[in-house]
């Protein structure tokens, strides 16, 4: 088999980002790690998800990727800095909320950005958000909803508890990786808002990442869970073009 390029996340929401990095690099063997034992990872301290996350990345290199995909905004935003001074030969490629998006398009409109407690309280999202907030731009912590979403519970009361200052948002930047989940209950809610995610961005850099380095024939999908098989639902996500 051909190097992988490897996926970790707390569980299922990175699949988000892997099904748009398949579409444009169809060729790939995937290893997709969904942590899902240690989901939230939006509450935990730095040093508890450092500890977690640099456990994913040893059990990830034994496969020897191309390059590894932290396939969540809040381990990005918290620790991924510190990993990748831990392993400075590993490519990471990291996923943080797509505010820059809202700065070039969206200037005059009323957004707002949701994130994990973690990403919203991280200095590095802190200075993302100072760099790129437009005037009109708010920021919303949803503490529960990747939980809710990972264990596949109902999340259109929580919604609408954490939306109902804001239902008059044009722009929403969804800045957790299992928020696009939630993409049918969003749209109820805020059913006139545009919707953006950061994993069309990441695509195109892994593309440009790999360059020379692609395969030619088709590859596979592996799925690798800390706790129970999420397989059958990661592919789901994966074939699901609702967002
Ligand atoms: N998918 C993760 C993210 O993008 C979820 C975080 C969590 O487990 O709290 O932030």
Redesign the pocket.
Known sequence: MQNPICFF???I??ATILREVIKVLPNENYIYYADSI???????SKDELFKIVDNIVNKLLVYNPKLIIC???????MVLNDIRKKYPDITFVG?EPAIKVVHDYYKNEKSIVI?????GESERFKELFKTYKTIDCKLIEA?DL??LI?NNNDTYDYLKKILKNNLDAEVVVL?????PLAIKNLKRILPNATFIDGSKGISKRVKVLLNNNLNDKKGSIKVISSKNDVTDKVLSIIKDLTF
């Open positions: 996340d707390s569980g929401g990175g240690n989901n939230p990872y939006g509450n935990k396939a969540c905004n809040t381990a990005t935003s996923t994130t994990t407690r973690g990403t503490p990747a939980e990972e800045g957790c990786t299992h928020f």
